[in-house]
């Protein structure tokens, strides 16, 4: 069974920048969609971004989108997130999600399985 693992969380100013990985212990094909989601403290876990393995597909949120990149690295196996222009309301646990290809990026039940996060905080 594929396991996620996410890094490159932590403390970073507002305006900072920040790259966040997520490595995949084996291709699967349900990581033929991987995703981005962020829980902040007492709100529900949010779309952030998402790609196909094929590259072919990117969506963001609103939320960030000009701001984030999602790419997959050298590392077929390696997804990763950079984050510019971070904003205090950007703090949050991230987690990688994987899904088989043709699921709903946004919607939280389409994945099957998560890594257990990577903490990113902004300060003001």
């Not at 212990?25 to 991987?34: A, E, F, P, Q």
Request: aromatic share 12%.
């Amino acid at each position: 069974q594929v396991q996620l693992v996410e890094s490159g969380g932590g403390l970073v100013r507002a305006g900072g920048s920040l790259r966040l990985s997520c490595v995949a212990s084996v291709r699967t094909s349900n990581t033929d969609t991987t995703a981005w989601f962020r829980q902040a403290p007492g709100k529900e876990r949010e779309f952030v971004a998402a790609m196909t393995w094929s590259g072919g597909d990117t969506v963001y949120s609103d939320s960030v989108k000009g701001r984030f990149l999602i790419s997959r690295g050298y590392d077929m196996n390696a997804v990763h997130l950079q984050m510019n222009n971070l904003k205090p309301e950007d703090t949050a646990v991230y987690y990688c999600a994987g899904a088989p290809f043709g699921r709903d990026f946004y919607q939280t039940n389409e994945y099957v399985v998560w890594g257990r996060g990577t903490q990113v905080t902004v300060s003001s």
